[in-house]
């Protein structure tokens, strides 16, 4: 696994992206990405902050969990982006960073991720990676996004995470899904490129136009599931995802049910935190 260099990655970023991005901090060892970006002085309207490692010690995932990244094995990066004004649906916002996730690496070669509702990053049925964003209201109008996403690079054949992966019966790697890994240098100047045009898009028109490109990649699509909210538990099959980005059941019962948060169990693996 190779080591990563700012000057590197910059190389792989494009020039438009470049003008709106402050210096890239590498770090060799860091608890926390997302924490990092968030201890700092957060970025100006319209432009990005990254900072990205390749050993966090003490990453988080959503609901309190951990997201461990053994040195060497994954990479870590988080991006804060300053919307002007805040946009429609934030909470839809993780959905389509995922979705230019995705982009990122098909356009290394590297296929077949799917996503897992809402924040999970999928491929040969197993954990990929997850993201996590986190907001900060800057005034009235104005408010940051820092966006966490960890990836399974190399990991070692016997590797036991035991977090984060509950509803898949393993995690795994991009060495699995491609036939030659991209240097982690390429691989992070890729991400921060969709991801710029990410929150651009975002701002401009929100989630909806991103409904069908999500059904492409849906993993919970067709499958047997099991949603535990606060106060009831579905049973049915996932029937994708609705315009503001609620995730979509059937149940036998009454129907198309939407969900905006809850604990999901797969028919293969139950149990799952989504």
Known sequence: MSSLDAEKILQFVTDSTRERLAPIKVFAEVPSTNSYLLSISLPDSGRLSVAVTTNQTAGRGRHGKTWQSPSGVGLCLSVAYTFASQPENL?????????????????????????????????????????LTEVRQQSASTVTVVTGIGINVNLPSKLDFGIEADWARKVTDLKSICETLPSNDQLVGQLINHLSKTFSDYE????????????????????????????????GVGAGVADDGALLINTPESGIRRVTSGTIGIAEARGGQA
């Not at 993780?94 to 979705?99: K, Q």
């Not at 993993?219 to 106060?231: F, P, Q, S």
């Open 204 to 235: 401009a028109s929100s989630f909806a136009p991103l409904v069908k490109r999500w059904s492409e990649r849906d993993w919970l699509l067709g499958r047997e599931i099991t949603i535990d909210t606060n106060d009831s538990q579905l049973f």
């Open 91 to 131: 909470p839809a916002l993780t959905l389509a960073i995922g979705i230019g996730v995705a982009d990122a690496l098909r356009d290394l070669n590297i296929n077949d991720v799917e996503l897992k509702w809402p924040n999970d990053l999928v491929a040969l049925d197993g954990k990929l990676g997850g993201i």
